[in-house]
């Protein structure tokens, strides 16, 4: 069915006012105290938000299932966060996204396969991920299928290399998934694909560590993976697993790495030169570092001693801002019908701004992972280079003061309706970890904020301030009574990473109609309901299948 573009008007909101949307990354909402940065920050002006009006500010939920990652457990990320902010609906990420691939055929389609599979003629495909079917890193189905597909496909030698559960799932389940994939093998060998398992080791202990907390877990799983060397050799996995789990103590999670051997001893699957490399996960937290070890070029974190020219996929991109890594199996969902979409086809001429490491997330990711404009004549999008060369604590303001001046002058110059920018600070520094440079960092932040609303003042407009996930807003690890981590020296464990903070939204400016207040019937209020506001800000209804609005009009 054709879409009808054709907005409703708002019944009691009048069109014509421009509308500003400020995204704070990695901004959230938790408890004071001296590693919430945006708390330690002078940030005068988001402070007169939150302490302004009642009905002004809320909070939202910017993780897990909000944003269509598979569990409450989920991150927020900058992507998705974006995605929910533009589309205003919740799009099935991580998993589901994996599932569709796999069901429709399209990931044997897409660029990622085809580039791993041009080492299937000479080469040996690997596969690493977490063997389990608790489908929060990964699903044994999934791999299952991969495996099939790939041999299917033109890959004649194949090379698992597993990591045990223990924690999603039930310690000692282990030995059945690996029964079910060496079975698996065992059947494509009959089919003359050399298929085996190559190493292995528990999740906690090998491969999967995350945040960079402890790069021997990586490096361990390197060993085995890429050099074929392990203190423990096996000639079968069910081998190695049941004798490792036979040991006092032992459990699924921390099992120490091994190899298989074959008769003279030697490592069945080391990675080698022309090897293809896929890491199954569809989660991105613990496979990040593996990740970067894998594709940088340019890494110091452990000596990787031989660094294998490889084809290597993730099962999906694991960090956007990294890029990383740059090839993978699964694509991102492409959303059609988003608010940018429709607001820009009913007249809204458009103006999206940030720098570098951000600008794809106020245009690309907003747009519903596509690239360019909808309507040149009524878009303008404009980025700053961000700093390079450089740790962004290093110069904690990056370019916030650049992006609220051109913010500004888009504002005062009359040419726009709508204004949407992405303000980078809380996030790109906040991942550095260093506390103090946040901190700057979120003054910086307030101070562009000012500049933006200042403008919005000037012309008579309205303003939505609010961000896509957390960071900033806790810079320590918890314990599980919330109190912060410490290390075996005792030192506090910093926290890089984003975080399960809800984040704020703020409306205001002086033409925003007085009786408008955010609605308080909304069960989980989450990102995806601010498309519909924002359309109702501009004068109209959003379509059906929006998340509802988060905003109502009082009469008086």
Not at 130 to 144: A, F, I, T, W
Not at 307 to 333: H, R, T, W
Not at 341 to 353: P, S
């Amino acid at each position: 069915m054709a879409t009808s573009w054709t907005l409703p008007d708002h019944p009691k909101l009048p069109k014509g006012k421009l509308v500003t949307v400020v995204v704070l990354d990695g901004w959230g909402e938790a408890t004071p105290d001296q590693y919430n940065c945006i708390h330690r920050a002078e940030t005068p002006v988001m402070d007169s938000l939150k302490n302004g009006a009642p009905e002004k500010w809320t909070l939202v939920k910017a993780h897990g299932t909000a944003v269509g990652l598979p569990s409450d457990d989920d991150m927020g990320n900058s992507e998705v966060g974006h995605n929910a902010l533009g589309a205003g609906r919740i799009f099935a990420q991580g998993a589901k996204l994996v599932d569709a691939a796999l069901a429709s055929g399209k990931i044997w389609e897409d660029e990622g396969f085809n580039y791993i599979k041009e080492s299937f003629a000479e080469g040996t495909l690997h596969l690493i991920g977490l063997l389990s079917d608790g489908g929060v890193h990964s699903r044994l189905d999934q791999v299952q299928l991969l495996v099939k597909g790939a041999s299917e496909r033109g890959a004649k030698r194949i090379r698992l290399h597993i990591l045990t559960d223990g924690r999603d799932v039930l310690d000692g389940s282990s030995v059945g998934f690996v029964e079910t994939i060496e079975n698996d093998l065992a059947q494509l060998r009959e089919k003359g694909v050399d298929a085996r398992v190559a190493s292995g080791g528990g999740r906690m202990y090998v491969t999967m560590d995350r945040y960079e907390n402890d790069w021997g877990v990586v490096k361990r799983g390197w060993d085995a993976q890429v050099l074929g060397e392990a203190p423990y050799k096996f000639k079968s996995a069910l081998e190695a697993v049941k004798t490792l789990r036979a040991e006092p103590k032992a459990n699924d999670q921390y099992l120490p790495p091994f190899v298989i051997v074959d008769e003279s001893g030697k490592s069945v699957g080391p990675i080698v030169d022309g090897d293809a490399v896929v890491t199954f996960n569809f989660r991105a937290d613990r496979m990040v570092m593996l990740a970067k070890a894998l594709e940088f070029a340019d890494f110091d974190k452990f000596d990787r001693v031989r660094v294998p020219k490889i084809k290597y996929a993730g099962m999906l991109q694991y960090d956007g801002e990294l890029k990383l890594p740059n090839k993978f199996l699964v694509s991102p969902p492409l959303i059609e019908r988003t608010s940018g979409e429709y607001l820009v086809k009913n007249g809204v001429r458009t103006f999206a701004c940030s720098e570098t490491v951000k600008f794809g997330h106020v245009t690309f990711f907003w747009n519903g992972n596509r690239s360019g404009y909808f309507d040149e004549t009524k878009e303008e999008y404009i980025e700053i280079p961000s700093d390079s060369g450089i740790t962004f604590n290093e110069q904690p303001k990056m370019k916030a003061l650049e992006i609220a001046e051109k913010t500004r002058d888009a504002i005062l110059s009359g040419k726009f309706d709508q204004v949407r920018i992405n303000l980078p600070n809380g996030d790109m520094v906040g991942h550095t970890g260093d506390i103090e440079a946040t901190v700057v960092a979120c003054k910086a932040a307030d101070e562009a904020v000012k500049i933006v609303l200042d403008a919005v003042q000037q012309v008579g407009g309205i303003y939505l301030v609010t961000a896509d996930h957390g960071n900033a807003e806790d810079m320590v690890k918890r314990n599980k009574s919330g109190q912060p981590a410490l290390d075996k020296s005792g030192s506090i464990q910093i926290l890089t990473s984003h975080t399960l903070q809800p984040v704020p939204v703020a409306i205001g400016g002086p033409g925003l109609h007085p009786g408008v207040k955010f609605r308080t019937d909304i069960k989980t209020p989450g990102l995806a309901n601010v498309a519909a506001t924002v359309m109702n800000l501009h004068g109209f209804l959003a379509p059906d299948d929006f998340e509802t609005t988060l905003i109502e009009v009082a009469d008086k």
